[in-house]
DNA sequence: CATGAATGAGGATTCATTCAT
DNA sequence: GATGAATGAATCCTCATTCAT
């Protein structure tokens, strides 16, 4: 199939099945809910995804995508490591921070079961540098001895926690986003 | 007088909506699968559960408390507050490999829309105790000193990267259950 | 099947069905709706209506004796042609105020098609009686000359009308009973 | 573009209704009964009517339409008032005798709950003009003195008991349209 | 390509009836 | 006989996907 016209479309029905999704949850949301969100007919939607597999799929690949390159675009290639992993820590929530909805959807499509192995690749893929570093980190022994991949879902785990922390109404004032990635620096930095 | 409404029938029909939901994701398994696999007729599963919402959040409910029975029961009241939540840990990433459907299913189940605040607070009830002694750590300086509800998340998050890790096929041998704890005490520990 | 024990469980479950079927309507309403307002188990009410289209019919025709005795108890023999149509006319009225439920219903299971035309043959029966008093009518030329079915009907369908202008609440204070059997009787009478 | 929403189909499913309603009651009949008679998928009922309920409200309102315009398009407005009501009369009795089904089905769908009082009231609209002249009847003094709804209600019951008596197959040849016509108008006509 | 009507398999639930207790 | 849990066919409706316009 050639590429679709329009480009705009595209992003209309990415755009409106967030919405949806993070209104009413990935598998309660009808098609036509998204089509009508964006103003397309409902037949349109699957010139542009196949089926709601893909676009679900593709969703998430794309919000990985962005996510990432919130992360990584000005990713401080000559600071310390400890600098690096502090700026994208809070990219990461910064762009959590700015994009709920978005960050919704992805902790539903994150557990499902129609998120193909392959999607899942392709949305880490951007993070190789960061994982480049780590595994720096843990041969020039900054890090505790363990492999990166940990390494790295704990700092994903910390970090979500960190933001749903931040998305909760107490207000404290207290800033969650340094203290996280305290934790999370304390914890895997080798004492 | 008549047929007494069975437990065992209960738990059959919870026990099959795990395997289903495990298997096929909560919102694509039809009620009649999980009827089917629980040997009971389709109606039958509404005598117990009057929807598959009120399914869903007793199942959920039922789940926290069989975790929280395996993570408190045998809690080390007298321990040090590092092997009180050490324990706790531990038991945790035991039972979480011990039921590894269960587990992916409480995955699917936390970010659903369909659990209400009520079982969500019915869920976290039985965890009170852990709550109090991490006050008391904060309180006496063992942690940082930040809410005890942001140093649960942490708990929380890095426990689930740990259970992730675990449940990677890589079999590395690594020790993740003792990392991840260690990875958690550092942290929140005041340094 | 031998006569089931209790008289007043029948009555029981014939009260509720007329209380339940004038609320929601006859084949909008469950069974199980029928016998929880009559006190008494789902099952019970297999033993007293073999099925819901028995305990239907068998309902008709309960109401319909009801009504039949209601006008023709105290029908007066020796009165005169319209004395006695009179007196029958007031009665159909005054119980069809008194037992606004019960007409409804009987309203609702005359247009049904599961109320078979034996029972209808038998709840027509009690008025045998007016029947003949009707055909002397025709006979002595005090009605017009038409059949007494047909000349029935025209009571039935006045009187229904009747009811139905009785039970507005515009509560105009006129005597539309007496009003409504003038009507009839200017109508069927020979002029 | 795309395939425009056709009124033929719309007409398609209401005739399917009044046939299925007719023989086997409107809360027997399956919704894809219907659709199977008309020709159309089990969905596609839904395109048009939004739920059985509003599909038994549209047949009602189009079954009182057709039959006011049976009634009322020739409607002799320069004669006298007992032409007028006889006029309207015998049109009423001839399109019930030459639409026995969807006669039999007003009668199941006037006395069922599901019809909304917005329903009735719209169907009722029609006869503005016949509740006029009824009014100048009562007026002039040609009426008994009562109120014209509840003459009204007379001129239907009537209406309805002779159609009934046209209905059966006894085919004793009166001519009961023109003597139910004679029994209401003497009965309502100051004497 | 865009549109939205058409399709029909599938799904949650209801309910008359049966039957174990 | 009374009870109410068990049954499963039947029902209304949804919705991903197709296709005529």
């Given amino acids: 199939m050639a590429r679709p016209r329009s480009e705009d479309k595209r992003n209309a029905i990415l755009d409106?099945?967030?919405?949806?999704?993070?209104?009413?949850?990935?598998?309660?949301?009808?098609?036509?809910?998204?089509?009508?969100?964006?103003?397309?007919?409902?037949?349109?939607?699957?010139?542009?995804?196949?089926?709601?597999?893909?676009?679900?799929?593709?969703?998430?690949?794309?919000?990985?995508?962005?996510?990432?390159?919130?992360?990584?675009?000005?990713?401080?290639?000559?600071?310390?490591?400890?600098?690096?992993?502090?700026?994208?820590?809070?990219?990461?929530?910064?762009?959590?921070m700015a994009h709920p909805l978005k960050c919704k959807v992805m902790g539903q499509l994150r557990v499902s079961d129609r998120i193909t192995t392959e999607t899942r690749e392709a949305g880490s893929a951007p993070?190789?540098?960061?994982?480049?570093e780590g595994e720096e980190c843990v041969r020039r022994k900054v890090f505790v001895d363990q492999p990166v991949h940990f390494i790295g879902a704990m700092f994903n785990g910390l970090a979500e926690a960190t933001m749903a922390a931040l998305a909760e109404p107490d207000g404290s004032g207290t800033d969650y986003a340094a203290a996280g990635f305290d934790v999370f620096w304390r914890g895997v930095a080798r004492p």
């Fill in 16 to 96: 409106a099945a967030i919405e949806e999704f993070a209104a009413r949850g990935v598998w309660s949301t009808p098609t036509a809910a998204i089509s009508r969100t964006a103003g397309v007919a409902e037949g349109t939607l699957f010139t542009y995804f196949a089926s709601k597999d893909v676009l679900v799929n593709e969703l998430y690949r794309a919000l990985k995508v962005e996510l990432a390159d919130a992360m990584m675009s000005t990713y401080p290639a000559k600071a310390s490591s400890r600098e690096k992993f502090a700026h994208v820590w809070m990219q990461y929530l910064q762009w959590a």
């Fill in 127 to 132: 993070f190789a540098e960061l994982l480049r």
